[in-house]
Each structure stands twice: as structure tokens, then as C-alpha cells.
């Protein structure tokens, strides 16, 4: 994507059917366009008088990245475009994500310094943690303000306050925050869970709102892998790849699987993106003890190996939380969740 401070150009590539190209027109553009505003608008002087050959970085990509990824989903619901309960499974989907980076990591540290190599590694939390981040802090202003004030609004009158041409002081971006909403606790909660080294609890977040986690446990898509979050996919070789740093299941010691082969076929069936959830729902059919064939490429020196891998399934069970919404919430929260999604005062 291209931004300008009126409008973005956005190229695709046309490698995906037309249903999930549609799917991530309409995702792209809702986060993209929000840059007009985040950061086009309301940018540090490391922003406006950004070096390109000696780069200076801001502290707050948890507001330019997180916060525009964040808006771009909530925005979907308040048009229309998808429901609350995709809404919730898409932060839910974040939170999971975020579970592979420092949580303790200061979110101002690693911005500041992304470009140094013990940090880079956490940038794309921005968008998982970032977006989260933004959604808490949402839910903050609207319990402290009756459902006046939400994170849209704080950003606009933000943008009010400077625009394009005025920058502020980076390591001033919360007094601008407090100043512009009129709330204190904002500085406490970006001091805990932003600039400082506190987990955010989403759970007590989402409570505010009527939404509570539900832990269940669950055999993992994948069986190769702990955390199937690190999985890849390599368009060249139409293969599944994985985060060097991942622990190996039981199931992908038993037959010899390498971190770094390439998963190219199960029991026969080839990995087909334009046919992806056929292989998905294969591979859930797949019961604990089958016999099972997996096909790798395996690189040895200057060649790639295709191996066969045979085994019996071990299905590794993982926990995992999923977000629902209260079957009998608060009037208090069934209120606050209306103004928290739909946007009404």
C-alpha cells in the first residue's frame, strides 16, 4: 500500500480465488486507509522527519500499527461487514498470536528500537499484541467516559489537536493522551501495559464488556509443531514450513522429522492453497494411532530430498481459550458492549 494523506493505493496479487481476494480487499483497505489518519495525522518528529539513511525510530507502533490493524476490524463491524462474532474470533485469533512474542517486553522499547536485531524479531506483535493493546485501551475510555469516549475518539481529536504539519514530542505522546481525553487513568494504563513490562489481562478487559474465555482442549491442525501458530507456507514449493524455533511434537520425533523439512503431502494428498481447507479437514480426520504418510522435501547440500515419513498419529491435545459472549451479561456490560462495538452513546 501506497498512503497519501487523502487517500491509498493498494496492489494485490492475483494468486488467490476471488472469494478470499474480496475478503482481503476489504481487510486491507479498512486498515490501510486508516493510515490517513494514523500516523498521515497524528505522527512523533521521528515520523515527520524521518532520515531514510539514518532511521530513527518512534516509540508508539502500538498506535500507528496497532491501533490502525485494530480500528480496520472494528470499523467492519460498525459498516457491517462482518458480525460480533467474527469480530471476537479475529481478537481471539490476536491474542493466540501474541502468545509467540515477549509479553513482557515494554511495547515502547521494542518500537523504539525494531531495527536492532535482539528486537526485530518481535515486530509483527504490532499487530497482534499492538491491535490488542488499542482494543483495551478502547474499553477503558468507554468504561471511564459512560460510553462517551472510545479510541476513535481520542485519535481524532488527537489528529485535531496536530495534523499533518505538527508533530509531537515522542516521549510526550500520553500527556497529548491525557490531555485530549480528559482522563488521568490513561497514563496509568500505558504506563502498566504499554511502556511498561505488565502482561495485559484481556480477560478482565473483556469482562468489562460481557465476554468471557472458555478453555478447551483441542488436537492441534498439525501434529509436527507445539504451537501451530508457527506454521508457514511456501508458495514456490507448495509446502508447509515452520519457525526454526519451534519444539517438535512427540508425533514428528517418532518418524524423523527435521524443524526445517517441508511438509509436502499427507497420506498422498498434496497441499493445493486454492484447496487449502480440504487438506485442512483432512488432516482433523486423521485419529489418534492411524497409520499415516507424510511426504517432505528435506535439503541435503546443494539438493532437495523427497522422503516419505510413516508413522503412527499422535495427536499431541493443546488447550486453547476461545472468546465468547455471555449467555446472561450485566445491564451494565450488555450496555457497555453495545457502545464498545456498535459505536452508539
Same mark, same amino acid.
Given at each position: 500500500?501506497?498512503?497519501?494523506?487523502?487517500?491509498?493505493?493498494?496492489?494485490?496479487?492475483?494468486?488467490?480465488?476471488?472469494?478470499?481476494?474480496?475478503?482481503?480487499?476489504?481487510?486491507?483497505?479498512?486498515?490501510?486507509?486508516?493510515?490517513?489518519?494514523?500516523?498521515?495525522?497524528?505522527?512523533?518528529?521521528?515520523?515527520?522527519?524521518?532520515?531514510?539513511?539514518?532511521?530513527?525510530?518512534?516509540?508508539?507502533?502500538?498506535?500507528?500499527?496497532?491501533?490502525?490493524?485494530?480500528?480496520?476490524?472494528?470499523?467492519?463491524?460498525?459498516?457491517?461487514?462482518?458480525?460480533?462474532?467474527?469480530?471476537?474470533?479475529?481478537?481471539?485469533?490476536?491474542?493466540?498470536?501474541?502468545?509467540?512474542?515477549?509479553?513482557?517486553?515494554?511495547?515502547?522499547?521494542?518500537?523504539?528500537?525494531?531495527?536492532?536485531?535482539?528486537?526485530?524479531?518481535?515486530?509483527?506483535?504490532?499487530?497482534?499484541?499492538?491491535?490488542?493493546?488499542?482494543?483495551?485501551?478502547?474499553?477503558?475510555?468507554?468504561?471511564?467516559?459512560?460510553?462517551?469516549?472510545?479510541?476513535?475518539?481520542?485519535?481524532?481529536?488527537?489528529?485535531?489537536?496536530?495534523?499533518?504539519?505538527?508533530?509531537?514530542?515522542?516521549?510526550?505522546?500520553? /500527556?497529548?493522551?491525557?490531555?485530549?481525553?480528559?482522563?488521568? +487513568?490513561?497514563?496509568?494504563? $500505558?504506563? =502498566?501495559? %504499554?511502556?511498561?513490562? #505488565?502482561?495485559?489481562?484481556?480477560?478482565?478487559?473483556?469482562?468489562?464488556?460481557?465476554?468471557?474465555?472458555?478453555?478447551?482442549?483441542?488436537?492441534?491442525?498439525?501434529?509436527?509443531?507445539?504451537?501451530?501458530?508457527?506454521?508457514?507456507?511456501?508458495?514456490?514449493?507448495?509446502?508447509?514450513?515452520?519457525?526454526?524455533?519451534?519444539?517438535?511434537?512427540?508425533?514428528?520425533?517418532?518418524?524423523?522429522?527435521?524443524?526445517?523439512?517441508?511438509?509436502?503431502?499427507? /497420506?498422498?494428498?498434496?497441499?493445493?492453497?486454492?484447496?487449502? +481447507?480440504?487438506?485442512?479437514? $483432512?488432516? =482433523?480426520? %486423521?485419529?489418534?494411532? #492411524?497409520?499415516?504418510?507424510?511426504?517432505?522435501?528435506?535439503?541435503?547440500?546443494?539438493?532437495?530430498?523427497?522422503?516419505?515419513?510413516?508413522?503412527?498419529?499422535?495427536?499431541?491435545?493443546?488447550?486453547?481459550?476461545?472468546?465468547?459472549?455471555?449467555?446472561?451479561?450485566?445491564?451494565?456490560?450488555?450496555?457497555?458492549?453495545?457502545?464498545?462495538?456498535?459505536?452508539?452513546?
Amino acid at each position: 500500500a501506497l498512503e497519501h494523506h487523502e487517500s491509498t493505493s493498494v496492489v494485490l496479487p492475483e494468486m488467490m480465488p476471488k472469494e478470499a481476494i474480496d475478503k482481503t480487499i476489504t481487510d486491507v483497505v479498512s486498515h490501510e486507509f486508516f493510515h490517513t489518519v494514523n500516523p498521515l495525522k497524528t505522527h512523533s518528529e521521528e515520523i515527520h522527519y524521518f532520515d531514510y539513511a539514518d532511521p530513527k525510530m518512534s516509540q508508539h507502533l502500538w498506535m500507528y500499527e496497532g491501533g490502525t490493524e485494530y480500528f480496520a476490524n472494528l470499523f467492519q463491524i460498525q459498516e457491517g461487514l462482518i458480525n460480533k462474532d467474527e469480530f471476537l474470533q479475529r481478537m481471539n485469533e490476536k491474542i493466540t498470536n501474541s502468545k509467540n512474542y515477549d509479553d513482557t517486553m515494554p511495547f515502547t522499547v521494542m518500537s523504539k528500537n525494531v531495527l536492532q536485531d535482539q528486537y526485530k524479531d518481535q515486530y509483527r506483535n504490532v499487530y497482534e499484541k499492538g491491535a490488542l493493546l488499542a482494543m483495551c485501551l478502547d474499553i477503558e475510555l468507554r468504561k471511564l467516559s459512560n460510553g462517551e469516549m472510545g479510541y476513535r475518539d481520542m485519535i481524532r481529536k488527537l489528529s485535531q489537536r496536530f495534523g499533518e504539519n505538527k508533530p509531537f514530542k515522542d516521549d510526550k505522546l500520553i /500527556d497529548e493522551l491525557v490531555t485530549v481525553t480528559g482522563y488521568p +487513568q490513561v497514563k496509568d494504563f $500505558y504506563n =502498566k501495559y %504499554i511502556a511498561g513490562n #505488565q502482561p495485559t489481562p484481556y480477560a478482565e478487559y473483556l469482562n468489562m464488556v460481557g465476554v468471557e474465555a472458555k478453555k478447551k482442549d483441542t488436537p492441534p491442525l498439525f501434529w509436527f509443531i507445539k504451537d501451530p501458530n508457527q506454521t508457514g507456507y511456501n508458495d514456490k514449493n507448495n509446502t508447509f514450513i515452520f519457525d526454526e524455533s519451534s519444539a517438535l511434537s512427540p508425533f514428528a520425533k517418532s518418524v524423523g522429522f527435521k524443524i526445517t523439512d517441508e511438509i509436502l503431502a499427507l /497420506d498422498g494428498k498434496t497441499i493445493d492453497i486454492q484447496k487449502m +481447507q480440504d487438506f485442512i479437514n $483432512y488432516a =482433523k480426520s %486423521i485419529k489418534e494411532g #492411524q497409520n499415516v504418510t507424510v511426504t517432505i522435501l528435506r535439503k541435503n547440500g546443494d539438493k532437495t530430498d523427497k522422503i516419505e515419513l510413516k508413522g503412527k498419529a499422535i495427536l499431541d491435545k493443546m488447550t486453547i481459550e476461545s472468546l465468547q459472549y455471555k449467555a446472561n451479561p450485566t445491564p451494565a456490560e450488555l450496555k457497555l458492549q453495545t457502545q464498545w462495538l456498535i459505536g452508539k452513546k
